[in-house]
């Protein structure tokens, strides 16, 4: 019943958040490697590039808000099975692309301390590992 509940939740955040998401662009699981939470500190270097490749540095008002930031998450997506904050998200990689494809990917939580207001000091990517060319952001939730 529980798990019913989470993907309804999620189901009703990517309907009322549909401002915020991108589209879904689902990689191919023959292009992913197998990684696991030991590729963690790999990760949070490569969000280095990523995070201002897929953010850039801000918004008009707000120029410089995504220079900061906090990694609040950085886990393979199978690792945030019982983790209220965060498995739902699992549910929302596998409903978009399916398991093989969430379970090679990751979830990424960061908090953008220079944003202003809670929507826009959060972030959620979904990251996978492409076997030629890295770390790479296949989905954007906010």
Known sequence: MKKRIILIISILLICTSH????????PSLSELEQTSIKNQREVIEALNTLIPNTYGTGIDDFP?????????????????VGHEDEEAYYGIAKTFCGKEIANRSWLVRLDFPKAPGASLGQG??????????GWF??????
Not at 19 to 26: T, V
Not at 64 to 80: E, G, I, Q, R, S
């Open 19 to 26: 401002g915020y998401a991108q589209e879904k662009k689902c």
């Open 64 to 80: 410089d808000m995504y220079t900061k930031w906090n990694v609040l998450t950085a886990k393979p997506f199978p690792d945030t």
């Open 124 to 133: 959620q990517l979904f990251l996978a590992k492409s076997k030629d060319n």
């Open 137 to 142: 952001v296949w989905y954007q939730y906010h």
